[in-house]
């Protein structure tokens, strides 16, 4: 919605930094007579009174990928997008107001200068000459938008009536997850979801953060505490995550709750902003945070510090295992399992079967809902069936990892990892901060399961300021079903790419893979492995991008569709990092040429004759999926996010913002997985192991590994507070603030390979390598660089980051390791930048 204010003075953007030729650029560009959306007669009055031109007020939100979509006010003046600020929000949600640098240069991203403003054919391309080979040469056409449609819409139909509807595939991550034109969850949205589902296409999903998605969200079903709990904390972890200056909206319940006393601890291999805060800064080796859990755990367990009365009432801890692993149930004591609702995503009824525990009380197997007294370690038989507790048999598998030897794996002092356990057990209620930097190794999700077990141990967990996870809000139910025209054909792990193009084969499937359609996402440049994703990308026969910029992935298409800003487009994701789900209000008609995901996709419905399947408006859309008779009745309906005030979300509470574990199938805190299965199945075996709290080396970045002889640094990265991965890469003013990628390496391995600050250096190994400028700095452990996040090709001297990563995953979890690799630096001396 909007409303008129005065103009009362000139745009000051000068007081946000001093006066440069970016912001005289931006201010040419914006000046180039964008169309103002139709706004009705009193809204569009100018003020009178004052002379002053009118301006508009929109609500609408921030759409970068960070989790956290911003609530924010944009004012219009005369047709442009002239500032935006962090949104009003009422009552006891004020202290939620938050926006960081990247949400404020968001006018200056509409109008950027590598914004793709119509659609382009590489010059080289045609369909009897693909030439794959040539793609990322930047040699673009314009072509109009009936020409694109007529390409892309013709190489769909003539690829899938000749290999199949399979060997078209969405290439998707997670630009947007709005349910007109996102791709959550590869292909949820209206644009996408309707086609896919009607056409039997293929969807390439993502893998960065599987290892968090997975293990955490879906197989422990574990969603954690509101970011406000942060404040009701007595102890703070940042562990592997930076709220200082990567998460501002949680960093003031930090200082919130410093300012009662709590004390904070940095746990990670570089001093951020957030360390130099910290009471206590720990700088543990990368990759290594499953051994430092475990440790943990064992200390806590032999110093008798475990909260047994929790234990036994809120986690899986006491309920019985058979030998196969799975739970012992009532089924096995001969009582009939019931039925209970509808699952909503098989439509058939659920199964109730309770678990049991032996109960000490009546020496024997009771339903564990019942027991008197529930015992938490032992092993049991009961009519010939062999049993034992989750406790039992989660401890038997961690006994190896003492104090002392977690403190060798993470290059730590036992004196540290005994503290932190003591810390952790006894200075209550702890507040656990992850975010990601704890989720990007090929070992990562075992992180998920080690750390709910040490929460387990101490109750912190599922109390006010005992933050297990930080939850990311709570999300308003939409229907779903508006996406779904059939059902999906396949869904895998966008990072198989090339191993399904050299195969041409999926789970002992036929699949034969032979155009890319690529949106809401930057695959290219923010997945690891990227070397080996642009050779494969080269092999497919034809290759589409729709995306707000020139990306690192849209040079290597064969077309690219330019597609709207979040301003330029009214849309609706129901979560957010607030408790008012994100409605995005159109605030100008879109720019240039661009259109919606949807638009586009009804143009090439329209070509292939398949019209119908977006056979309602935009509007009608939105009301389909917003309008649920519960959505309307707790005030969340299309009309009410029409009225001038913000919505809040009916399903957010105060109990909801601490975890009750009500969503896990137990109803119990969970660090145990009862059967575990793979993201993508392919036929692989799956260890015993995956069940349990657990820990192994990296793949590659681990320090006993021998490839370390020839390339002995570790590489990690960070998500800087200038970049929200790639979406930001050359927005004006960020790029003054920070205006090009720096290696970050320790003082100490800088002086041995002749390194001093700003030299230019090369970073290589056997994946790839990229050149860039060192930042010589003792605020980073030694042995270990730090690799910049979102930069573009463009913006390197040569190479890319990425290139050193590799496309090596976990077959359980398929999940991006963006830092599990190892390097060498050399001072470089291919001449001036």
């Known amino acids: 919605m909007s409303e008129t204010k005065s103009l009362k003075q000139g745009l000051t953007r000068r007081n946000f930094l001093k006066t440069t030729g970016a912001v005289a650029g931006v201010t040419a560009i914006a000046g180039s007579g964008v169309a103002l959306t139709s706004l009705s007669a009193d809204k569009a009055l100018a003020d009178e009174a004052t002379g002053a031109a009118a301006e508009q007020v929109f609500r609408t939100s921030c759409r970068g990928n960070c989790g956290s979509r911003c609530p924010?006010?944009?004012?219009?003046?005369?047709?442009?997008?002239?500032?935006?600020t962090a949104a009003q929000l009422p009552g006891e949600d004020k202290v939620r107001r938050r926006l960081c640098v990247k949400g404020y240069t968001q006018p200056q991203r509409l109008y950027e200068p590598d914004r793709l403003k119509y659609p382009m054919k590489r010059t080289s391309w045609s369909p009897d000459n693909p030439s794959g080979d040539q793609r990322g040469n930047g040699d673009w056409e314009r072509i109009s938008w009936d020409e694109a449609i007529e390409i892309v819409s013709t190489q769909i139909g003539a690829i899938m009536e000749q290999h199949g509807p399979s060997s078209v595939a969405l290439w998707t991550s997670y630009g947007s997850n709005n349910v007109l034109n996102g791709t959550s969850a590869g292909f949820m949205s209206v644009a996408y979801g309707r086609f896919v589902t009607s056409t039997g296409i293929t969807v390439l999903g993502a893998s960065a953060d599987y290892a968090q998605l997975k293990t955490q969200m879906l197989d422990l079903a574990v969603s954690g505490n509101d970011c406000a709990d942060i404040a009701n904390a007595k102890t703070i972890m940042a562990w592997g995550g930076n709220p200082a200056e990567a998460y501002i909206h949680d960093w003031q319940f930090?200082?919130?709750?410093?300012?009662?006393?709590?004390?904070?601890?940095?746990?990670?291999?570089?001093?951020?902003?957030?360390?130099?805060?910290?009471?206590?800064?720990?700088?543990?080796?990368?990759?290594?945070?499953?051994?430092?859990?475990?440790?943990?755990?064992?200390?806590?367990?032999?110093?008798?510090?475990?909260?047994?009365?929790?234990?036994?009432?809120?986690?899986?801890?006491?309920?019985?295992?058979k030998e196969d692993g799975t739970y012992f149930r009532m089924s096995d004591l001969g009582v009939e399992p019931t039925q209970g609702p509808l699952n909503p995503y098989t439509g058939k009824p659920s199964v109730i079967d309770l678990?049991?525990?032996?109960?000490?009380?009546?020496?024997?197997?009771?339903?564990?809902?019942?027991?008197?007294?529930?015992?938490?370690?032992?092993?049991f038989e009961y009519e010939g069936v062999r049993v034992q507790?989750?406790?039992?048999?989660?401890?038997?598998?961690?006994?190896?990892?003492?104090?002392?030897?977690?403190?060798?794996?993470?290059?730590?002092?036992?004196?540290?990892?005994?503290?932190?356990?003591?810390?952790?057990?006894?200075?209550?209620?702890?507040?656990?901060?992850?975010?990601?930097?704890?989720?990007?190794?090929?070992?990562?999700?075992?992180?998920?399961?080690?750390?709910?077990?040490?929460?387990?141990?101490?109750?912190?967990?599922?109390?006010?300021?005992?933050?297990?996870?930080?939850?990311?809000?709570?999300?308003?139910?939409?229907?779903?079903?508006?996406?779904?025209?059939?059902?999906?054909a396949l869904n895998i792990c966008g990072m198989y790419l090339p191993q399904i193009l050299e195969t041409k084969q999926w789970a002992g499937k036929d699949l034969d893979i032979r155009m890319l359609f690529c949106t809401n996402g930057n695959m290219l440049s923010c997945e690891s492995g990227r070397a080996q994703l642009v050779e494969a990308v080269k092999k497919v026969d034809f290759v589409v991008c729709a995306d707000v910029n020139l990306t690192d992935t849209a040079r290597y298409a064969d077309v690219v569709l330019p597609v709207t800003h979040a301003y330029e487009t009214e849309d609706f994701d129901g979560g957010g990092s607030t408790p008012f789900p994100t409605y995005y209000h159109k605030v100008i008609d879109p720019l240039f040429e661009c259109k919606t995901d949807l638009e586009i996709m009804r143009l090439i419905a329209d070509k292939l004759g398949m019209g119908q399947i977006y056979a309602k408006s935009d509007e009608e859309f939105l009301r389909a999926v917003i309008d649920t008779p519960a959505n309307i009745a707790g005030g969340c309906g299309y009309d009410d996010?029409?009225?001038?005030?913000?919505?809040?979300?009916?399903?957010?509470?105060?109990?909801?913002?601490?975890?009750?574990?009500?969503?896990?199938?137990?109803?119990?805190?969970?660090?145990?997985?009862?059967?575990p299965m793979p993201r993508n199945s392919f036929g692989q075996e799956i260890a015993d192991y995956e069940r349990l709290p657990h820990y192994e080396h990296a793949n590659e970045a681990?320090?006993?590994?021998?490839?370390?002889?020839?390339?002995?640094?570790?590489?990690?990265?960070e998500h800087p507070k200038y970049h929200v991965h790639s979406q930001c890469a050359h927005t004006p003013w960020l790029r003054e603030l920070e205006p090009e990628p720096l290696l970050k390496v320790n003082a100490t391995d800088a002086a041995a390979r002749?390194?001093?600050?700003?030299?230019?250096?090369?970073?290589?190994?056997?994946?790839?390598?990229?050149?860039?400028?060192?930042?010589?700095?003792?605020?980073?452990?030694?042995?270990?660089?730090?690799?910049?996040?979102?930069?573009?090709?463009?913006?390197?001297?040569?190479?890319?980051?990425?290139?050193?990563?590799?496309i090596f995953m976990n077959d359980f979890v398929s999940n991006s390791a963006f830092y599990d690799f190892l390097c060498e630096v050399e001072k470089y001396e291919g001449g001036e930048r």
């Open 641 to 675: 996010f029409h009225k001038d005030k913000p919505v809040k979300n009916y399903a957010f509470t105060e109990k909801s913002m601490v975890d009750t574990f009500a969503n896990t199938p137990t109803q119990r805190l969970q660090y145990y997985i009862e059967k």
């Open 754 to 806: 002749g390194i001093k600050q700003g030299d230019y250096v090369r970073v290589y190994n056997d994946h790839g390598y990229a050149v860039l400028k060192a930042l010589v700095t003792e605020g980073i452990k030694p042995g270990v660089v730090s690799i910049p996040h979102g930069w573009q090709v463009d913006q390197f001297v040569e190479g890319h980051t990425q290139d050193l990563t590799n």
């Open 355 to 379: 678990n049991v525990v032996w109960d000490a009380a009546a020496n024997g197997p009771v339903m564990a809902a019942k027991a008197i007294d529930p015992v938490l370690l032992g092993s």
């Open 72 to 84: 924010q006010e944009v004012v219009v003046r005369e047709g442009k997008v002239v500032r935006t």
């Open 389 to 488: 507790t989750v406790y039992q048999k989660t401890l038997d598998s961690i006994k190896e990892f003492t104090v002392e030897k977690a403190a060798e794996i993470c290059d730590l002092p036992a004196e540290t990892v005994e503290m932190l356990a003591k810390t952790y057990a006894t200075e209550g209620p702890v507040a656990v901060l992850t975010y990601q930097g704890i989720g990007h190794h090929v070992n990562s999700h075992h992180n998920y399961k080690n750390l709910s077990l040490i929460g387990a141990l101490t109750g912190n967990a599922g109390k006010p300021g005992a933050m297990l996870f930080r939850a990311y809000g709570t999300s308003m139910p939409t229907n779903s079903a508006e996406y779904m025209l059939g059902k999906v």
């Open 254 to 321: 930090v200082c919130q709750a410093r300012e009662k006393g709590a004390k904070l601890i940095t746990i990670d291999p570089q001093f951020t902003a957030s360390a130099m805060h910290s009471d206590i800064y720990v700088p543990i080796r990368p990759g290594t945070d499953g051994a430092l859990m475990l440790g943990m755990a064992n200390y806590i367990i032999e110093h008798d510090l475990v909260d047994e009365p929790f234990m036994k009432k809120k986690t899986v801890s006491p309920l019985l295992v």
């Open 702 to 717: 681990y320090w006993e590994n021998p490839l370390r002889e020839k390339y002995p640094l570790m590489g990690c990265s």
